[in-house]
């Protein structure tokens, strides 16, 4: 079904809906004590008293909570993707979810920006590995954003409860709205506990 007659039904809705709710990742660098420094335990302690940076929720002026219309704004103006507007804005088999797909120039090879209810909870960005490395982008997040909270050779994952963060094998970025996402989830479980109802209520009638 179309959406006046531009919006095209996404082929893989399934798998690229799959895909987006994976998970984020992080990676820390060991820490350095100069002459003179705290102890070890004394360090530890104090790092824990300092407030953990949360985890970004945006990427090139494009942030978790956008309007669909936000979205496609910051991607006309952005030179690293070849937007070409409404036939790259899809529908899901889900109520009240659609999603961009759009092919990336240099770095970014494809990009998928899905909304629920007309905003936007998930991004991916598929990564060029012949242009940049999964060690690089890795290295940059833990830096700026401390040890993952999860580390797997699959993926490593950073989690605010908020926002979750990942980098993923074969290389992707994943930025996930937490809060919707769950939200989803209890919608979904709802729907499951209905249908079991009716259809105990159904053979309870032969």
């Known amino acids: 079904m179309e959406i ?3 919006r095209r039904r996404y082929p893989n809705a ?7 709710l994976s998970a984020l990742l992080w990676a820390a660098s060991p ?13 530890d302690a104090a790092a824990g008293d300092q407030a953990k940076p949360a985890v970004p929720r945006e990427f090139r002026g494009i942030g978790l909570g ?11 103006a952005d030179g690293l993707y070849f937007y070409r507007g409404e036939p790259d804005v899809s529908l899901l088999p889900r109520p009240n979810e659609s999603i961009i797909e759009v092919s990336g120039l240099s770095y970014v090879r494809r990009a998928f920006f899905q909304f629920y209810e007309g905003r ?7 990564i060029d590995e012949s242009k940049m490395d999964h ?30 963060l990942s980098v993923e ?7 996930l ?7 989803i989830k209890v919608a979904a479980e709802a729907v499951r506990s209905v249908e079991e109802l009716l259809r105990s209520e159904f053979l309870g009638s032969f």
């Open 4 to 6: 006046a007659g531009r």
């Open 14 to 20: 399934r798998r690229a809906s799959i895909a987006c």
């Open 31 to 43: 820490a350095a004590f100069a002459q003179g420094a705290p102890a070890p335990a004394a360090a």
């Open 66 to 76: 956008m309007s669909l219309e936000e979205v496609q704004a910051a991607l006309r």
């Open 120 to 126: 936007l909870f998930v991004m991916i960005f598929a």
């Open 135 to 164: 060690y690089s982008i890795f290295t940059t997040l833990s830096a700026r954003y401390g040890k993952p909270v999860m580390l797997s050779p699959a993926e490593s994952v950073w989690d605010d409860g908020l926002t979750r």
């Open 169 to 175: 094998r074969p290389l992707a970025v994943k930025y």
């Open 177 to 183: 709205d937490l809060e919707t996402f769950n939200a």
